[in-house]
């Protein structure tokens, strides 16, 4: 059976892997209304070319996989709280479950 720490380990790595991916999906379109994500592309069901959704920003283009700031701000600051020793790998793999087991708010569906 695998032991507690290493399940929640396995949990936050999933989780910040999961959050990674995610944006790097999203990142494309982000900042697009629904609407205009649909006239570019229809109904999206993969990733598309940051190029072909920001033609006219290319400072709006990022390398295919990419992800976002977001992503980077979230794994610092877990790093930086892990270095100081302020919360332990446990905490942060509960604090994820935590959320991972939340009832999602109606309005974001």
């Known amino acids: 059976?695998?032991?507690e720490s290493l399940s929640l380990r396995s949990l936050a790595r999933g989780c910040l892997l999961g959050l990674a991916v995610g944006d790097a999906l999203g990142a494309p379109v982000a900042g697009l209304k629904s609407?205009?994500?649909r006239?570019?592309?229809g109904l999206l069901s993969?990733?598309?070319d940051a190029?072909?959704?920001w033609e006219e920003r290319p400072h709006?283009?990022?390398l295919p996989g990419l992800h976002s700031d977001e992503t980077q701000q979230a794994l610092s600051l877990i790093r930086v709280a892990l270095e100081r020793g302020?919360?332990?790998r446990a905490a942060v793999a509960n604090l994820w479950?935590?959320?991972a087991s939340e009832p999602r708010d109606p309005r974001l569906v």
Request: cysteine-free; aromatic content about 12%.
């Open 46 to 48: 993969g990733y598309v």
């Open 35 to 37: 609407g205009r994500i």
């Open 86 to 88: 302020e919360v332990t």
């Open 39 to 41: 006239q570019l592309f």
């Open 1 to 3: 059976m695998v032991s």
């Open 51 to 53: 190029r072909e959704a």
């Open 60 to 62: 709006r283009w990022r």
């Open 97 to 99: 479950r935590r959320m």
